[in-house]
C-alpha cells in the first residue's frame, strides 16, 4: 500500500482509509529502502502525544463563529484542529492539511472520536506550500480563518525513527513526509563542504559552521554518516563542551538541517501569501513560529501586507496586524509545556 502525495481522506471514507494510514504509518517505508535496521516504533494515533501551544490565545485570536469555514495548514494530532471546530458548531467546517501521513491518522482519529458532525472535516495530505490548490479543491476557497502552527510536533520530535533528535540514536531522516525526498543523511552525505557550511550557518545560526562542515566531509570520506548519534557526536568534538550554553551543541546544527530537508522557510513564504488570499474580509490568520527565522518571515510578512512604512507595494494593503507584538506563553504554560518557551503568535486580519 502506497499512500501517494496529495491523497486525502474524508470521513466517511473513515473505515477503509484508516486501515491504510495506519498500515502506512507502521511501515518501516523509510528504512526499509535504505536497507537500515532500527527497531520499528509500533506508536500509532493512540500513542501520539503533542500538546498544543497557545491554544486559549489561538480561540481568542481566530474567534471562530458556528458557521465558520477554519484551515489548519499544520493539523497534526489535531488538538487546535478540535478545539477551534468545536468552537464553530453548528455548521462549523474544518479542513486539515499536514505533511506527515502519522499526523494525519491521528487527527483522523482524534477528530472522529470527539463526535464531530459527519462530515464538518477533511484531511488533506499535503504541503502548505500548496495551500490555495489544496483549499479550493477541497471546496475552502473563502474561510474565515487560517492557522499555521509551524515546525515539528512533540511527537515527530520524539520518535527516534524520524531522525530529528540527537538525544536518542535513530536514522538521520528529518523529513516531515516520510514518503518522498532527500534526508538529512542524504544532504550531509552529499553536499559540498562550503555548501554544508552556509547551511549550517544560515539555518542555524551557528558561529562554529566551517568547523563542523569540515569535520563532517572528513568523516564521511572514511563512512557515510547515517545515525543522529554520528551526526551529534561529530558536531560535540568540532564545538566542544560548550561551558555556560544551556542547549546541546548540536542544537542548532540539527535545527539547520531540519529546515534545509524540508524546506521550511520557502513553505512559509509561499504559504502566506496564499493563506490571505483564500481569508474572506474580516477573516484571520494566526501563525505560531518557533525560531526567529520563522518570526522574522511572519512579521516582515505582516507589516508589507499592512502598508507599514509604505512596503505593500502598488496595491492596497490587504491586512491589519491584531498583534503588535508577537503573543507568548505565560510561565504556566511553559512549566507544563517546555516547548511552548519559544513559540511566537502573531495574528492579521484581512481586510475588505
Ligand atoms: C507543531 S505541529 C502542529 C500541531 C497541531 N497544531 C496540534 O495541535 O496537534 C506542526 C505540524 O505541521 C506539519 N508541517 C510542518 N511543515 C509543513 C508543511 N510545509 N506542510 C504541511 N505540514 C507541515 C508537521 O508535520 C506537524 O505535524
Redesign the pocket.
Known sequence: MVLVRGNSWELTLAPRLRAEVSAHTRAPWPLADRGASWALDQSGPAEFH?V?VLLEAVLEALRPAPGASLI??????????LALLRAAQPGGRLLG????PA?LAT?HARLTAAGLPPGSFVLHH????DLRAIATARGFDAVDAV?L?????SH?LDTPRRGFSFSAEGPLDMR?DPTGGPTAADLVNQLGERELADLIYRYGEERASRRIARLIVERRRQAPITTTADLANLVLRAVGRGGRERIHPATRTFQALRIAV?R?LE?LEA?LPQAVELLRPGGRLAVISFHSLEDRIVKQFFRAESGYGGSAGERPPRLTIITRKPIEADPAEVAANPRARSARLRVAERRA
Not at 126 to 129: D, P
Not at 149 to 153: F, K, Q, W
Request: charged share 20%; hydrophobic share 40%; no cysteine.
Open positions: 503533542h498544543p489548519d495548514a499544520t493539523v497534526g494530532g489535531g488538538g487546535h484542529a492539511i499536514d505533511a506527515d499526523a487527527a499535503g504541503r502548505f506550500a492557522l502552527d509551524l515546525g515539528v510536533s515527530q516531515l524540508n521550511e513553505q504559504a
